[in-house]
């Protein structure tokens, strides 16, 4: 239980920064709209998209009419959840390796 209860949070953690990242990029876009330039904090921004957003990058290439309205946070949970299981599986082997190390 400590596992999947460790995996979720790591998920929730990621899909909060995920949906926390949405905004900031449309109030960084909505704030420079009428200027023509783009925002300063944009170029960090599509970084950390890029990174937080790694499984699923492909996702311009699914129709849009797929996931209608809100439909696409499934998708976007389900990135979390690969996130969550990579994050707390590299926790665990460092943590393994670490303690081998220890021991020896």
């Given at each position: 239980?400590?596992?999947a209860?460790?995996?979720?949070?790591i998920?929730?953690?990621?899909?909060?920064?995920?949906?926390?990242?949405?905004?900031?990029?449309l109030?960084?876009?909505?704030?420079?709209?009428?200027?023509?330039?783009?925002?300063?904090?944009?170029?960090?921004?599509?970084?950390?998209?890029?990174?937080?957003?790694?499984?699923?990058?492909?996702l311009?290439?699914?129709?849009?009419?797929?996931?209608?309205?809100?439909?696409?946070?499934?998708?976007?949970?389900?990135?979390?959840?690969?996130?969550?299981?990579?994050?707390?599986?590299?926790?665990?082997?460092?943590?393994?390796?670490?303690?081998?190390?220890?021991?020896?």
């Open positions: 239980m400590r596992k209860g460790m995996i979720l949070i998920s929730a953690t990621h899909f909060g920064l995920c949906r926390a990242l949405n905004h900031a990029v109030a960084a876009a909505a704030a420079h709209a009428f200027d023509g330039t783009a925002a300063p904090v944009s170029g960090f921004l599509s970084g950390l998209a890029r990174v937080l957003y790694f499984p699923i990058l492909s311009h290439l699914y129709a849009r009419n797929w996931f209608p309205g809100d439909l696409i946070l499934i998708v976007l949970a389900a990135n979390s959840l690969v996130w969550g299981i990579a994050a707390y599986g590299l926790f665990t082997s460092i943590r393994k390796t670490r303690s081998k190390g220890d021991l020896s």
